[in-house]
């Protein structure tokens, strides 16, 4: 059953962003979705600084990224940064369209958070958005972004649907080359393989707000519809789950990804690693835009901010408390 305040919020929702978009072509896509997710956006919080950049990847693709910063800290670095992939299916997506979560995770945990404008599918098929996180995680982790950041501060690397794919992946991708430095990685609503795990697979195909006919096209937009796909690129493919950073996933009960998180989740521990699964009872796929009005994603929003907090560097906590 769908939570009230859910419901109320996929009707505002499907009043802008009906369903079945993407039987559109992808410019069409993402007039609509940057139009929904704009009448969805509220005002910055006042207490932060936003800087956007332009980063060039070490093979030559220019990206956008925004840093979102706590007004108190001036131009000094938090102890703390998170690396923030948006979702979209890897057709969606942009800097302002998560906006909202990305500007209230920074108010909210006093984190430095910069979020990334990867390449998007169909224009760049896979793995050209995984390129692009991986080649910006490995900068932000030897300071190399355009930003001045605190020689102590630690990094995690967060995301949502396929961001959450991005973030995973990247994770996975560091742990097999040997490259330490990433604190953590909160996951919501993931979407870990290339076609959702059962029983949400089957039980939430025709699901609000994304059904699995949705999933299955902006997997093929991406990865192409035959295999083989990167197998990297695809963290449910991964041969090991051992050695990851602590992992917060996330899921809402009404979404076919929702045992994408619960699958991943039960292999890192299978591995003996540190990672933990969060069920929004009543939510949907997309649903963290409710943020203003859903109980359950307030639940959901701090759950993330909590285990952000929590792996920063403890040096951050205790200036956290002083701010």
Do not use: K
């Not at 295999?227 to 992992?247: C, F, G, K, Q, V």
């Amino acid at each position: 059953m769908l939570e009230p305040q859910i419901a109320a919020f996929i009707d505002e929702a499907v009043a802008v962003y009906p369903a079945h978009t993407t039987a559109l072509s992808p410019p069409e896509q993402r007039a609509l979705y940057d139009r929904y997710a704009a009448t969805l956006t509220p005002a910055l919080p006042d207490v932060l600084t936003v800087r956007d950049a332009g980063y060039t990847t070490r093979a030559g693709h220019a990206l956008r990224l925004r840093l979102y910063r706590h007004r108190a800290r001036g131009d000094q670095a938090a102890h703390g940064a998170v690396l923030y992939f948006h979702g979209g299916g890897f057709v969606l997506g942009s800097l302002d369209s998560h906006q909202l979560v990305t500007a209230r995770i920074a108010a909210d945990t006093g984190l430095d958070v910069i979020a990334v404008d990867y390449r998007l599918a169909p224009e760049h098929p896979a793995p050209a958005a995984h390129d692009d996180c991986l080649d910006v995680t490995l900068a932000a982790l030897e300071r190399q972004l355009p930003f001045n950041s605190s020689s102590g501060a630690t990094l995690q690397l967060a995301g949502d649907s396929a961001g959450a794919t991005l973030a995973a992946s990247v994770a996975l991708r560091l742990r097999d080359e040997g490259v330490e430095g990433v604190r953590g990685i909160a996951l919501v609503y993931p979407m870990l393989g290339t076609d959702p795990q059962p029983p949400a697979r089957d039980t939430e195909a025709h699901a609000p707000m994304l059904t699995l006919r949705d999933v299955h096209a902006f997997r093929d937009l991406y990865w192409g519809a035959q295999r083989p796909y990167p197998a990297w690129t695809i963290p449910l493919e991964a041969s090991r789950y051992d050695n990851l950073p602590p992992t917060l996933a996330i899921g809402a009960e009404h979404d076919p990804l929702r045992d994408d998180a619960r699958v991943f989740v039960e292999r890192i521990q299978a591995a003996g690693g540190d990672a933990r699964l969060w069920i929004g009872t009543g939510l949907v796929h997309g649903c963290w835009r409710a943020l203003a009005s859903s109980p359950g994603v307030r639940t959901m929003h701090r759950q993330v901010c909590d285990f952000l907090a929590a792996h920063a560097a403890p040096v951050f906590d205790t200036a956290r408390r002083e701010a």
